[in-house]
Nanobody
Framework: QVQLVESGGGLVQAGGSLRLSCAASGSIFSINAMAWYRQAPGTQRELVAAITSGRSTNYADSVKGRFTISRDNAKNTVYLQMNSLKPEDTAVYHC?????????WGQGTQVTVSS
């Protein structure tokens, strides 16, 4: 089992920045990749950014150049640095861990960007 705890969400004005954190615990040796997803009301959950154990990264087109995903293996934590935020970035952001035999999800953290 893997437990994920997100933090760092909040309310920010357009153009501002936030950094989300996702701390993993439990069977972390089984994790192959970690990612951030987001879901706005009335929409499907979408991939925002992902990072593999080898630190390869992948981003949604809508956030390229503005968001950066990184990981600190010593702290078992993945970060999402979000710059130049836009109102359309408003959503609940969920951390995901892709493990050998299962996927795990955090509880989510709300990000609200005001115009």
């Amino acid at each position: 089992q893997v437990q994920l705890v997100e933090s760092g969400g909040g309310l920010v004005q357009a153009g501002g920045s936030l950094r989300l954190s996702c701390a993993a615990s439990g069977s972390i040796f089984s994790i192959n990749a970690m990612a951030w997803y987001r879901q706005a009301p009335g929409t499907q959950r979408e991939l925002v950014a992902a990072i593999t154990s080898g630190r390869s990264t992948n981003y949604a087109d809508s956030v390229k150049g503005r968001f950066t995903i990184s990981r600190d293996n010593a702290k078992n934590t993945v970060y999402l640095q979000m710059n130049s935020l836009k109102p359309e970035d408003t959503a609940v952001y969920h951390c995901n861990a892709e493990a050998t035999h299962d996927d795990y999800w955090g509880q989510g953290t709300q990000v609200t960007v005001s115009s």
